[in-house]
């Protein structure tokens, strides 16, 4: 039974950073494709970054490229969401994803293997 647990939202002030912790209990970690998306109130689900289970290939929306850090521990079996420069348009649930194939991860969610319950980030202005 694959479980994600994620941490570390909040209500922050825009400029602001946080740090969104995922720990996942999969046997085989290093063998999955990590990745973290986000749904703001009315809107579908988007990715947001996405780690491939090597840790050598990552890959972020446009609009967080350069402001958000995926990175990921094997050894603790946990991916990280590190998120600077926050902005109010980056509010919203963030969910972190599961997947031994990193096509899917960056592909479309509804193809994604396991999913976590989500955690709120407010980013106030």
């Known amino acids: 039974q694959v479980q994600l647990v994620e941490s570390g939202g909040g209500l922050v002030q825009a400029g602001g950073s946080l740090r969104l912790s995922c720990a996942a209990s999969?046997?085989?970690?290093?063998?999955?494709?990590m990745g973290w998306f986000r749904q703001a109130p009315g809107k579908e689900r988007e990715f947001v970054a996405a780690?491939?289970?090597?840790?050598?290939?990552?890959y972020y929306l446009g609009s967080v490229k350069g402001r958000f850090t995926i990175s990921r521990d094997n050894a603790k079996k946990t991916v990280y969401l590190q998120m600077n420069s926050l902005k109010p348009e980056d509010t919203a649930v963030y969910y972190c994803?599961?997947?031994?194939?990193?096509?899917?991860?960056?592909?479309?969610?509804?193809?994604?293997?396991?999913w976590g319950q989500g955690t709120q980030v407010t980013v106030s202005s």
């Open positions: 780690d491939s289970w090597s840790g050598g290939t990552t």
């Open positions: 994803a599961a997947d031994s194939s990193y096509g899917r991860i960056i592909g479309s969610p509804r193809d994604i293997a396991y």
């Open positions: 999969i046997r085989t970690f290093t063998r999955f494709a």
